[in-house]
């Protein structure tokens, strides 16, 4: 069983930072992509940013030149920098990775999701 646990949400002012982390455990072989999305109250899940096994990224506008994506391959783990935050970027995090398990069976699963509170 594949598992990604999240942390490191909470609640900062605007102009402040904070970086969220998830780690993937369980049977695996090996992470294609990670993934982190948003998600507000009524609307759709939003991509943020993504990053490849091999280092390439992709940013929302919305993020960029803001937020940074990075993982640790060996340590199966992706994490969010977040800089310079506006209270539009509340929501509710959601860490994501397409995961090729132990069976060979390629996968994408979620984490729980962590709150992001940005105040004025």
């Known amino acids: 069983q594949v598992r990604l646990a999240e942390s490191g949400g909470g609640l900062v002012q605007a102009g402040g930072s904070l970086r969220l982390s998830c780690a993937a455990s369980?049977?695996?072989?090996?992470?294609?992509?990670m993934n982190w999305y948003r998600q507000t109250p009524g609307s759709q899940r939003d991509l943020v940013a993504s990053?490849?096994?091999?280092?390439?990224?992709n940013y929302a506008d919305s993020v960029k030149g803001r937020f940074t994506i990075s993982r640790d391959n060996a340590k199966n783990t992706v994490l969010l920098q977040m800089n310079s935050l506006k209270p539009e970027d509340t929501a509710v995090y959601y860490c994501?990775?397409?995961?090729?398990?132990?069976?060979?069976?390629?996968?994408?699963?979620w984490g729980q999701g962590t709150q992001v509170t940005v105040s004025s």
């Open positions: 994501n990775a397409g995961i090729l398990d132990s069976l060979r069976r390629l996968s994408s699963y």
């Open positions: 369980g049977s695996i072989a090996s992470i294609i992509d």
């Open positions: 990053i490849t096994s091999g280092g390439s990224t």
